[in-house]
Antibody, heavy 119, light 110 residues
Framework: QIQLVQSGGEVTKPGASVKVSCKAS????????ISWVRQAPGQGLEWIGW????????KYPQNLQDRVIMTMDTSRSTAYMELRSLRSDDTAVYYC????????????WGQGTQVIVSS | QSALTQTASVSGSPGQSITISCTGT?????????VSWYQQHPGKAPKVMIY???NRPSGVSNRFSGSKSGNTASLTISGLLPEDEGDYYC??????????FGGGTKLTVL
């Protein structure tokens, strides 16, 4: 079945970086993009970027474009989200989701990766 | 990009129907038919219930339906069941080639 499996939770310090992976299975990785979404404790969903699974083109929201980098390894069918210069308000669950072109259907989603930023 | 506007909470009794609205602008909801709705239960990942305004993925109950008028999209759930309780989020593509979510609506089934 189509599945996205994310890496485990991370506890890290302010100013550091974190890199979360998202391994896809059950479909052709290069035929779809991957979007990343985060959810701070008790808060709503926030879209934090997208990577094209075919050519690696990325798109980030303006508020994060200086700190987030999305990459991929097509040989491993894996997408990566790296967030730099971490702050306490980056504490959140980070999700990846398959993002087809020309549709609004984020499906499926990964199980989520808890990232805690604390001194 | 500001979040789409959703009512914070809504409630209904089993068997009733409820509607959740999602208001954006002419640069997102009003501009594209790329509006989706996600259900989220506590501690779980979101699940798509409606995509492209009014399309339902296979496996999602036909009690869920979506629509859009101008800058406002709506999700209607008919015949409420206890398992429908949870948080619901709308999402829309934007003129900046980004995605924006609503603030979420907590549905309580009384």
């Amino acid at each position: 079945q189509i599945q996205l499996v994310q890496s485990g939770g991370e506890v890290t310090k302010p100013g550091a970086s974190v890199k979360v992976s998202c391994k896809a299975s059950g479909y052709t990785f290069t035929n779809y993009g991957i979007s990343w979404v985060r959810q701070a404790p008790g808060q709503g969903l926030e879209w934090i970027g997208w990577i094209n699974g075919y050519n690696g083109v990325t798109k980030y929201p303006q508020n994060l474009q200086d700190r987030v980098i999305m990459t991929m390894d097509t040989s491993r069918s894996t997408a990566y989200m790296e967030l730099r210069s971490l702050r306490s308000d980056d504490t959140a669950v980070y999700y990846c989701a398959r993002d087809p072109d020309k549709t609004s259907r984020f499906d499926p989603w990964g199980q989520g990766t808890q990232v805690i930023v604390s001194s | 990009q500001s979040a789409l506007t959703q009512t914070a909470s809504v409630s209904g009794s089993p068997g009733q129907s409820i509607t959740i609205s999602c208001t954006g602008t002419s640069s997102d909801v009003g501009a594209y038919n790329y509006v989706s709705w996600y259900q989220q239960h506590p501690g779980k990942a979101p699940k798509v219930m409606i995509y492209d305004v009014n399309n339902r993925p296979s496996g999602v109950s036909n009690r869920f339906s979506g629509s859009k008028s101008g800058n406002t999209a709506s999700l209607t759930i008919s015949g409420l069941l206890p398992e429908d309780e949870g948080d619901y989020y709308c999402s829309s593509f934007t003129s900046h080639n980004t995605w924006v979510f609503g603030g979420g609506t907590k549905l309580t089934v009384l």
